[in-house]
């Protein structure tokens, strides 16, 4: 039986990802018979994607639902509810259901993964019920497992798999998990920061701050008075979040099209805003590590998630922990090349990968206990 080793650990929610994850591994190592994956879903806390083997990604929403102001009544889900809120803003409230790392509201977040799966499925005919995996926040709690496994059962699914997101994200980079030296990823995505630190195989630290990029635009909107949507793209086009202070030289033009004349903003006022924020956060995961984490991670820390993309962010993260920073290409995975250079799709990715192992492994039953291997050597569990 697999020895779940785990030193330290911190979670936006409970601990119940990390018992997920070692019932998982224990799943695998009693050699059950293994299904084939069809379908492979992030449920992110600003974006839901959707893989579908064979396929590549052929759903990216924003996992957010619009009701109506008062009744509750669902008008819309994922593009559908971003649309309806530009245009009618008044009548109408954005309900994120995923929030800080957790499910806020079980019920929406039911419905919401229901309708993006359902919209995968109901335009192809599958021969035999799909399998789902689904990477989910880190430390999702007993109620909210039921809600994912029974929306996804409600859409037609065969089966369910859970993974945490950055265990997800950490096969999605493609790192090795049984070399003797360790490797940190840190996944910095809308509304959450989820880490992993593994050594030889297992891992020594993991844990999610419930802060993301989308705090981050929230600073701006709150420090500038500009609107959500224009604090986003001024994070995004114009923002460094490196410190260099000739970054910060000058003033920002945002463009107002509602008729009222260009805002200026001091360059240094942004990068600030950002900056704090991001190195919050990267200084909270150094605290959570255990003392001699740091001096055990071998190559360097690896930022994957939307937010990694963020303009100075590796420099800034190479200033926090003292090692070199990478933003890792992806490994080959067929089907889907149009996406793989960008990090905000690692953990569908790792999610992904795991469904292939499952499928290229499968022609013959009494494989299993070379699958479940194989899966252990890329699966960060103690053997
Ligand atoms: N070019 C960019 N520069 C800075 N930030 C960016 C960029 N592109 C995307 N982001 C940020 O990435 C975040 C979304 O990342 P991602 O899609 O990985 O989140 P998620 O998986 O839905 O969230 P979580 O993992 O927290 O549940 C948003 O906050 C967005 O502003
Ligand atoms: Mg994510």
């Known amino acids: 039986m697999n020895a779940f080793r785990r030193y330290s650990r911190t979670s936006c929610g409970s601990e119940t990802g990390i018992k997920l994850l070692s019932e998982l591994s224990n799943w695998l190592g009693s050699g059950r018979l293994i299904p084939v994956n069809d379908i492979a879903v992030d449920l992110g806390t600003a974006n ?37 809120l ?4 008044e009548g109408i ?19 919401m993964l229901r309708h993006f799966l359902k919209q995968v499925t109901s335009k192809r005919i599958f021969r035999i019920k799909p399998t789902v995996v689904v990477g989910v926040p880190s430390g999702i709690t007993e109620l909210e497992r039921r809600a994912v496994r029974s929306s996804a059962m409600s859409a037609g699914s065969k089966n369910v798999f859970m993974v945490d997101e950055p265990m997800a994200a950490a096969i999605g980079v493609g790192l090795p998990v049984e070399t003797p030296t360790g490797n940190m990823v840190i996944d910095i995505g809308g509304g959450t920061t989820d880490y992993v630190l593994y050594v030889d195989g297992a891992i020594l630290a993991s844990g999610c701050i419930p802060v993301g990029g989308d705090h981050v635009t929230n600073d701006i909107h709150l420090v500038t008075h500009l609107p959500l949507s224009k604090a986003e793209q001024v994070k995004k086009t114009e923002g460094d979040a490196s410190g260099d202070p000739t970054k910060s030289e000058g003033v920002v033009t945002v463009a107002d099209e509602g008729g009222f004349p260009d805002v200026e903003l001091k360059r240094q006022i942004i990068n ?47 200033d926090v922990f003292g090692l070199p920073v990478y933003k890792p290409e992806s490994p080959d995975v067929s089907g889907v090349h149009a996406y793989i250079k960008d990090p905000q799709y690692f953990t569908a990715l790792g999610l992904i990968r795991y469904a292939q192992i499952l499928e290229e492994e499968r022609p013959n039953s009494s494989a299993w206990g070379k699958v479940s291997g194989f899966l252990r050597s890329l699966w960060p569990f103690g053997g």
């Open 48 to 84: 839901t994607l959707i893989y579908v083997k064979g396929e590549g990604i052929v759903l990216n929403e924003p996992s957010v639902v619009a009701v109506e102001r008062g009744s509750r009544r669902i008008l819309g889900i994922g593009l559908e509810a971003k649309r309806m």
């Open 86 to 89: 530009g245009r009618t803003p």
């Open 93 to 111: 409230e954005a309900i994120r259901p995923l929030k800080d790392g957790v499910i806020a509201d079980v019920d929406v977040t039911e419905m």
């Open 272 to 318: 600030d805003v950002i900056r704090m924020r991001f190195q919050e956060t990267l200084e909270l995961v150094r605290e959570r590590l255990p003392d001699d984490g740091l001096v055990r991670v071998g190559k360097g820390v690896f930022l994957t998630g939307g937010s990694s993309q963020m303009v100075g962010l590796g420099e800034l993260a190479q």
